[in-house]
């Protein structure tokens, strides 16, 4: 469970700059970009490398942030805000593609590797550690023989394009959930075959 005394800080993964805005690994990215509309909030500030924006969500002080640096690079911005705000892990949320689950399903953990991905490899490396709660978007396997670099850096196909209205919010509420909850809450009701 979150600890009350402290913000909460929701980090989504993504690179910066127009060519990446609508790739798929930027989902992160489009995930606080929901959040923050429905929080009634905006990035307008830039702080530590990070675009961020702050707002209150049932009594509860949020942080969130997406990191400028390029997705390799993201842990230096949130190893920074966490010892800006002396937060403890628990009080984190790290939002992010992950080819290994099929698109669609949503995977809450408390901690856990990198698999592959680099902003989550970036975040590991700066803080030292593993076990931080992370939001896990599944963006499926690249088709063939197309390469897994290349594929996260493409946009989403038409018919997902359709569907990730229904991913996007669906994961605003589970970090929402996180937050009201606690992940233990969450990834039972989230961590399931999408509806």
């Not at 600890?3 to 489009?30: A, C, D, Q, W």
């Not at 911005?77 to 002396?86: E, H, L, N, Q, T």
């Not at 229904?166 to 937050?179: E, G, K, S, T």
């Amino acid at each position: 469970m979150f600890k009350k005394t402290k913000p909460y800080l929701i980090v989504g993964l993504g690179n910066p700059g127009r060519e990446y805005r609508t790739s798929r690994h930027n989902v992160g990215f489009m995930v606080l970009d929901r959040l923050a509309e429905e929080l009634d909030t905006s990035f307008t500030r830039v702080k530590m490398n990070a675009l961020m924006t702050a707002a209150r969500w049932n009594g509860e002080r949020l942080i969130l942030i997406k990191p400028q640096t390029f997705m390799n690079l993201s842990g230096q911005a949130v190893s920074s805000f966490k010892r800006f705000y002396k937060l403890p892990l628990e009080n984190m949320l790290v939002v992010y593609d992950d080819v290994d689950l099929p698109f669609e399903h949503l995977r809450l953990k408390p901690d856990g590797g990198d698999a592959g991905q680099k902003g989550v490899r970036s975040i590991i490396q700066q803080l030292g550690t593993k076990e931080f709660p992370r939001l896990r978007l599944g963006i499926g396997r690249p088709p063939g023989r197309t390469p897994v670099s290349d594929y996260v850096l493409q946009d989403f196909s038409r018919d997902e394009k359709e569907n990730l209205p229904f991913v996007l919010d669906q994961a605003a509420l589970a970090a929402r959930h996180v937050i009201e909850h606690g992940l233990n809450s969450a990834m039972t009701r989230f961590n399931q075959q999408p509806k």
